[in-house]
């Protein structure tokens, strides 16, 4: 039997992959695919992290004096950060997203939403490839888009995406109950928006670890 439908999809979130580490390759390809560390306005801590960075164990915000020998060990490029620079490739992956999509939210600097009401008749989930695909051929910037009826379950899909990339291609779509569930199930109750790190520690004690588990207590 068949997944039963939800409504159709109204939003997507376009995310920039580790986006300052992704803006500093943007101008110096030989970085694919090794180390890239950005660094916080005083050189202080780590604020952003390739996946080659994440791999050697490198933690967000961890100050950089704790991380200074991976440049030597193991060929860590170290940048500090260039917002001007950010802001600019920002700007062109949402003057592309308005090819694909006539109203975009802004989020911040590396997200916008994107509002697909009266796109109903539309394959999104072939729209947004070619959303993703034009970003990465016009600024070689890799991206994720999560899918959904509401802006919160499409960020929740955007993590998906970018979690499972040999999976989903980079673009994820929740379009059915079953996948709501298994989403929020998935979902660590920390990354809900909202929860501190003091109300994600009560709750856990209680037993309460994910996004599913929060939806299901009583009001």
């Given at each position: 039997?068949?997944?039963?439908?939800?409504?159709?999809?109204?939003?997507?979130?376009?995310?920039?992959?580790?986006?300052?580490?992704?803006?500093?390759?943007?101008?110096?390809?030989?970085?694919?695919?090794?180390?890239?560390?950005?660094?916080?306005?005083?050189?202080?801590?780590?604020?952003?992290?390739?996946?080659?960075?994440?791999?050697?164990?490198?933690?967000?915000?961890?100050?950089?004096?704790?991380?200074?020998?991976?440049?030597?060990?193991?060929?860590?490029?170290?940048?500090?950060?260039?917002?001007?620079?950010?802001?600019?490739?920002?700007?062109?992956?949402?003057?592309?997203?308005?090819?694909?999509?006539?109203?975009?939210?802004?989020?911040?600097?590396?997200?916008?939403?994107?509002?697909?009401?009266?796109?109903?008749?539309?394959?999104?989930?072939?729209?947004?490839?070619?959303?993703?695909?034009?970003?990465?051929?016009?600024?070689?910037?890799?991206?994720?888009?999560?899918?959904?009826?509401?802006?919160?379950?499409?960020?929740?899909?955007?993590?998906?995406?970018?979690?499972?990339?040999?999976?989903?291609?980079?673009?994820?779509?929740?379009?059915?109950?079953?996948?709501?569930?298994?989403?929020?199930?998935?979902?660590?109750?920390?990354?809900?928006w909202g929860i501190g790190r003091r109300y994600f520690e009560r709750f856990s004690a209680r037993g309460?670890?994910?996004?599913?588990?929060?939806?299901?207590?009583?009001?």
């Amino acid at each position: 039997m068949e997944p039963t439908q939800i409504k159709k999809i109204m939003y997507g979130l376009i995310d920039g992959n580790n986006f300052y580490a992704s803006c500093e390759r943007v101008f110096r390809p030989d970085l694919r695919n090794k180390p890239v560390v950005v660094l916080s306005n005083n050189d202080g801590c780590a604020i952003a992290r390739s996946n080659e960075a994440k791999a050697l164990g490198i933690k967000m915000g961890q100050p950089y004096f704790q991380i200074q020998h991976l440049e030597k060990e193991a060929g860590l490029n170290v940048f500090s950060a260039n917002f001007v620079l950010y802001g600019d490739i920002s700007n062109r992956v949402v003057n592309i997203c308005r090819r694909y999509c006539k109203d975009i939210e802004v989020y911040s600097i590396d997200e916008s939403f994107l509002d697909f009401h009266g796109y109903e008749h539309i394959d999104l989930q072939k729209h947004c490839l070619e959303l993703r695909e034009k970003v990465i051929k016009g600024l070689d910037l890799p991206t994720s888009i999560g899918l959904a009826p509401t802006k919160t379950l499409a960020k929740v899909a955007n993590k998906i995406a970018k979690k499972f990339p040999e999976k989903t291609k980079g673009v994820y779509s929740i379009d059915t109950p079953q996948k709501i569930e298994k989403a929020l199930k998935w979902f660590p109750l920390e990354d809900i928006w909202g929860i501190g790190r003091r109300y994600f520690e009560r709750f856990s004690a209680r037993g309460i670890k994910t996004a599913w588990d929060f939806t299901q207590l009583p009001e």
